[in-house]
């Protein structure tokens, strides 16, 4: 498995130092890491989940808007920071791995370690 | 493979009677391949003596990698002999800023007021490269190179040639990425640099009580160099970027704890030291 770049190593060490939910994914749009504040959110361990396609596990997540009508993958935050690569913020409704609906802000932020070197995205979840 | 170490000194030179066994020049390492190809790494006080012995050789080009651009690996340029010769060629790899080209970076030490001669008088053939992401191929030598845990750009090297490897990596403080002892290889700083390497030399400067009043400054203790040894594979183990206030006597007992702590009686971790050398071949086949 090839290494990650340093910009996630250190993206994860700080996520798994936050008590703000916040999730890593790579540069092809896998997620790496979540933090537990995320686990109580997305309601399933990321041991138990392990690297996954985000968009996999976005709709595992049923995401919408809060007024309940369906968001396809490709407009939600983590996909505009990845595809677009620029920050993107909405609320959503979710309904948790482990069967709870949770209305959540998100916040997806590309990371680049050089202007023309995109690595990936962090993703923050806001409990509301 | 034939790998001499010129200067293994952190942080700023240590000249004098208690360091003359490990020697107080900062890092430069010099690397010779069987086919004639010679790698400089780094550019510590280390490269004034190695210009000399290559301008005695004959060197005409010389490939110099540059893990990172503070004053202990870049201080003994401006007194590189090949610099001043017109008939060598220098090419110069280093990390990418997000600021300023390399050329650029280098030039603030050779102008006002810190040295007389700038950049575009050097009569040597210099050019400048930022490390590519992908490892590339010189003279016969595979290179790798990767940002490690450091403050600013800095890249660790890997040198694959004439069957053997060589791992590089003189600043580096893994610790600060979190345990990295407990995680897979592809979380690990600049594993992909260092993993399996039949030779690495690595950052341990400091011993654990020191370290702990240095966190973030971007070294790392002995035991942390013996634990990234252990997890990322490497067959052995020099401790290399050796601190200023550090006398030989100090440094032996820094040897001992580091045997003591990799466990390992074959191939034990040594102390680097100016003017040892270590020759890497491919293992005898069966």
């Known amino acids: 498995m090839p290494q990650k770049h340093l910009i996630l190593i250190l993206a994860r060490e700080l996520a798994s130092n936050l008590a703000t939910p916040t999730l890593i994914a790579d540069e092809v749009g896998r997620a790496v890491f979540y933090n537990e504040a995320a686990e109580a959110v997305l309601g399933i361990p990321f041991a138990e989940m392990g690297e996954v396609d985000i968009d996999d596990l976005g709709a595992s997540f049923a995401p919408r808007t809060p007024e309940g009508e369906p968001r396809p993958q490709e407009d939600l935050p983590a996909r505009i920071a990845l595809d677009e690569r620029r920050a993107a913020h909405e609320r959503l409704l979710i309904t948790s791995r482990d069967g709870v609906e949770r209305q959540v802000s998100v916040t997806g932020l590309p990371l680049f370690a050089h202007a023309d070197e995109f690595v990936g995205a962090m993703v923050i979840f806001w409990r509301e | ?286």
């Open chain 2, 1 to 286: 493979m034939r790998v001499t170490i010129w200067g293994c000194r952190g942080s700023i030179p240590a000249p004098g009677p208690d360091t003359a066994g490990c020697g107080g020049n900062t890092s430069c390492v010099e690397v010779s391949l069987d086919n004639g190809a010679v790698f400089v790494l780094d550019a510590g006080t280390g490269i004034r003596e190695l210009g000399n012995a290559l301008q005695d050789r004959g060197t005409r080009r010389i490939h110099l990698l540059l893990t990172h651009l503070h004053l202990d690996h870049l201080e003994g340029l401006r007194f590189f002999a090949p610099l001043f010769d017109p008939g060598v060629t220098i090419d110069l790899w280093g990390p990418r800023s997000p600021v300023q080209s390399l050329r650029e970076r280098i030039r603030r030490s050779f102008s006002p007021p810190l040295f007389p001669i700038d950049l575009r008088e050097i009569p040597a053939r210099l050019t400048f490269h930022d490390v590519p992401k992908s490892p590339w191929t010189i003279e016969g030598a595979k290179i790798s190179s990767g940002l490690v845990m450091h403050p600013g750009p800095t890249v660790g090297f890997r040198i694959e040639a004439d069957g053997a490897t060589f791992a590089y990596m003189p600043d580096h403080e893994p610790a600060l990425t979190g345990q990295f002892q407990e995680r897979s290889r592809d979380w690990i700083s600049g594993a992909s640099i260092a993993e399996d390497a039949d030779l690495l030399f690595h950052d341990s400067q400091y011993f654990d009580a020191e370290y702990a009043q240095r966190v973030g400054w971007g070294h790392s203790s002995v035991e942390t160099a013996v634990a990234y040894a252990r997890v990322v594979g490497a067959r052995r183990l020099v401790l290399f970027h050796h601190d200023p206030v550090h006398p030989d006597r100090t440094l032996e007992r820094l040897e001992v704890e580091a045997a003591s702590l990799s466990g390992e009686r074959d191939a034990p971790p040594i102390l680097a030291r100016e003017g040892m050398t270590f020759e890497l071949s491919a293992p005898a086949s069966e």
